[in-house]
């Protein structure tokens, strides 16, 4: 990031933004191919994250269509989710072997494929391959669009990454009603194979576009191996900043998975509880410009952590919100949280740990959030259970996110750069 030095406008053709690797002008970066990225890594995240994060909206229909109990409903949302995140994880690493389209075009496949097992499938098990294989490559593009986007900007980096990521915030406030206006007319079969469709043929056009630019942020740095993962993935700050990563995303699975039962359960009408995650969505987006602005002026790290902070703080006030006003001031403050969170931890942990293979570390943080992602529900549900009420598990889990970001932060703390 430059935020001492940033300057009014785009960078002048007299002066080229230069490789200081070898001195050479690196005229790809803030070029006009690198927004064509980011236009795509909008679409494609808010297709992928519309089809997998608004699974509250469409579980009943999936349970209704398939004769699925209750714990088997979450269960499919859990096993999605984690998949999404260790398959992230792992093509991360993969990936900075191979050309990107090739990975590209394969989730496109993958996401078809899934739209076609689920049209077939007649029980838990068919269920449980469609939407496996759905978490899968979703998991793969959103590792691919959120490491690729930072190696196509250095002066604009923090701005590409806030326009980028409004695709997540996107993504859970468009699909909502898309899904209920489906359902209204169609079975969930058909319903998913249209809006998996869609996303398909959205990923498979960012496949003709996607590739590394040259120069320093190319990512063609040193062979992921064994010396690679002795050398980042056993460093202390690094399974800091990993394990603080993890956990300062505790807050958005739990609503994720449950924010409707939450909210009825403190006394909100069901068809207003329906329309509160693509609320937190809608404010993110607004958020997710804004953090990239904040951050090119104060720093990646601090607007992350005030975002951890500020949703922190609205989980453990969650379990006293028994009226819609109060309810709507929250839904805000966890909005602002995610446009804060979300389009910065990238540009962080590139920046901390080094530009080379930087598919590879982001994947490698998205492997952490696979646990966080199958235990924040089950812990809810236990801690529910024993408690016979949402406030402790909603307070401790608020807690596990503030823990969290402070982990995150000193994790991330500036030191020798990565080469």
């Known amino acids: 990031m430059h935020a001492a030095t940033k300057a009014i406008g785009p960078p002048a053709v007299s002066t080229p933004v230069t490789n200081i690797m070898n001195g ?38 999936l349970s209704i269509a398939f004769g699925l109990s209750e714990l088997r409903t979450s269960t499919v949302f859990s096993i999605t989710t984690a998949a999404f995140y260790i398959a992230g994880g792992v093509a991360g690493v993969a990936a900075a072997r191979v ?21 077939i499938a007649t029980s838990y098990p068919g269920v449980i391959v469609a939407f496996g294989l759905l978490g899968t490559a979703g998991g793969t593009i959103f590792v691919v669009v959120i490491s690729l986007v930072p190696q196509w900007f250095d002066e604009y980096e923090g701005r590409a990454m806030g326009v980028t990521f409004t ?19 169609t079975g ?95 404010v993110s987006v607004a958020g997710r410009v804004a953090s990239g602005e904040f951050a ?8 992350l952590t005030a975002g951890v902070a500020v949703a922190a703080g609205a989980m453990v006030a969650l ?5 819609t006003l109060p309810m709507y001031a929250l839904l805000i403050a966890f909005g602002a949280g995610l446009g804060a969170v979300a389009p910065l931890f990238s540009p962080v942990v590139i920046s901390r740990f080094g530009p080379q293979n930087a598919t590879a570390i982001v994947g490698a943080f ?28 909603l307070v401790v889990l608020g807690c596990v996110t503030l823990i969290g970001g402070g982990l995150f932060y000193r994790g991330t703390a500036p030191g020798p750069a990565k080469e």
């Open 366 to 393: 998205t492997v952490g959030q696979a646990v966080t992602a199958f235990s924040a529900p089950v812990v809810l549900s236990l801690l529910r259970s024993a408690s016979g009420g949402y406030a402790l598990p």
């Open 167 to 185: 695709g997540n915030g996107l993504g859970i406030l468009v699909l909502p009603p898309v899904w209920v206006w489906l359902l209204e007319r």
């Open 296 to 303: 090119d002026r104060i720093g990646t790290r601090v607007t």
């Open 188 to 282: 969930i079969r058909d319903a998913f194979a249209v809006i998996a469709g869609v996303t398909a043929v959205a990923v498979l056009g960012a496949a003709t576009i996607y590739r590394r630019p040259s120069g320093r942020h190319s990512g063609a740095g040193p062979v992921v191996g064994a010396d690679w993962l002795r050398a980042n993935v056993f460093e202390p700050r690094f399974l800091t900043a990993v394990a603080g990563f993890s956990l300062l995303w505790t807050w958005y699975f739990v609503l994720s998975a449950d924010l409707v039962g939450i909210l009825t359960g403190n006394g909100i009408p069901r068809a207003v509880a329906a329309t509160a995650f693509g609320i937190v969505g809608g």
């Open 24 to 61: 050479t002008p690196d005229s790809e970066r803030d070029s006009l191919r690198g927004w064509l990225v980011v236009a795509f890594g909008v679409i494609v995240l808010l297709l992928v994250w519309g089809v997998i994060f608004t699974f509250t909206v469409y579980s009943e229909a």
């Open 99 to 119: 050309p990107l389209r090739p990975v590209v075009a394969a989730a496109g496949v993958s996401i078809a494929a899934a739209a076609g097992i689920l049209r």
């Open 319 to 323: 379990p006293w919100i028994g009226s």
